[in-house]
């Protein structure tokens, strides 16, 4: 699920004191593992390496995950 991160930047316009809301919505690791078995190139599946050892996804989790995901595609 999407987690969204609130916070402020510079306004577009001249006046360098104006501030605007910006949300950022960011995957969980694990949901983002989940997206880029779809595509399985050789960067996806070292992100998803990556993920797992930084985040320590169980590749029991991963493999559950997946397969349920999966049900709604097919």
């Given at each position: 699920?999407?987690?969204?991160?609130?916070?402020?930047?510079?306004?577009?316009?001249?006046?360098?004191?104006?501030?605007?809301?910006?949300?950022?919505?960011?995957?969980?690791?694990?949901?983002?593992?989940?997206?880029?078995?779809a595509?399985?190139?050789?960067?996806?599946?070292?992100?998803?390496?990556?993920?797992?050892?930084?985040?320590?996804?169980?590749s029991?989790?991963?493999?559950?995950?997946?397969?349920?995901?999966?049900?709604?595609?097919?």
């Amino acid at each position: 699920a999407a987690r969204g991160l609130r916070g402020t930047q510079p306004g577009m316009g001249g006046n360098r004191n104006e501030t605007r809301r910006v949300q950022l919505r960011v995957f969980a690791p694990l949901d983002l593992a989940i997206s880029k078995l779809a595509r399985f190139s050789e960067q996806d599946q070292g992100d998803i390496v990556a993920l797992a050892a930084e985040c320590r996804l169980k590749s029991t989790t991963l493999r559950q995950h997946a397969m349920e995901a999966m049900a709604d595609y097919i």
